[in-house]
């Protein structure tokens, strides 16, 4: 837990830094602005359709259909769903931008001067950071589709949420804070090794995208502290390593 925090109170410092603090928050803002707009934009299609779903219903639906009130309540909650739903699709968004356009940047920034001291190997590549933020984005829809009928039972919705969106931050974001320095054993070995640690800095970018105003900077921050977390376990997994061929050598 303390590598975890240790790893966020990094990404708060290095915001400090130019260039940094325009990337914390464009890719939130340009994802709520799109699908707002799309939401808006759509909104009578979608209570129209809603509409049908809502009285198209097995049992109920005649009977919602033939009550005005009833009717009423059922589409104020259809109305919260689009609402609610609307929001991790935001936030995955917002992570694709910052997995495949904001982090490489904030990376190079951050390893040139807190990192300078670590071997670039180049274990991966812009394309690869790309692609490893797609699959990690359909990856994470789909579980998201499969777990919706979990959703109706109260409270296991938020710690589905939770749990998928902590997968999604170190499954987008981990990549790209090792493409640069680690080679592509590296870029195995480690996540492979830390990954319980990864997913308590993931959960704790999770929790953060749940609070408002928070939320707007939670994919880059969250995408920071990775970058802080496995450039200093790589530093010291070479470290381990050097040491370990010098006693070799002595023998």
Request: net charge neutral.
């Amino acid at each position: 837990m303390k590598n975890v925090l240790l790893s966020y109170f990094s990404a708060a410092r290095s915001l400090t830094r130019r260039g940094i603090l325009w990337h914390l928050m464009w890719p939130t803002l340009l994802a709520a602005i799109v699908w707002s707009g799309l939401l808006v934009a759509s909104w009578g299609a979608l209570i129209e359709l809603g509409t049908h779903l809502v009285t198209g219903l097995p049992l109920v639906g005649d009977w919602l259909a033939g009550s005005e009130s009833a009717l009423m309540v059922a589409l104020v909650m259809f109305k919260l769903s689009l609402v609610v739903l609307a929001l991790p699709i935001i936030y995955v968004t917002a992570a694709f931008l910052v997995a495949a356009v904001a982090l490489p940047l904030m990376a190079e920034k951050v390893a040139a001067q807190d990192y300078a001291d670590i071997a670039r190997r180049a274990g991966g590549s812009q394309l690869g950071s790309v692609w490893n933020a797609l699959t990690s984005v359909l990856q994470f829809l789909v579980l998201l589709i499969l777990t919706l009928p979990m959703w109706l039972i109260p409270g296991v919705g938020l710690v589905i949420s939770l749990v998928l969106t902590a997968w999604l931050n170190q499954r987008a974001f981990r990549y790209d804070a090792l493409m640069a320095h680690a080679d592509r054993a590296e870029m195995k070995e480690l996540p492979a090794v830390h990954a319980s640690g990864l997913f308590g800095v993931g959960l704790l970018g999770a929790v953060m995208a749940h609070v408002p105003v928070l939320n707007l900077f939670a994919p880059a921050l969250s995408g920071l502290a990775f970058v802080h977390y496995l450039l200093s376990a790589l530093r010291v997994s070479r470290l381990t390593d050097d040491n370990r061929e010098n006693i070799i050598e002595v023998k």
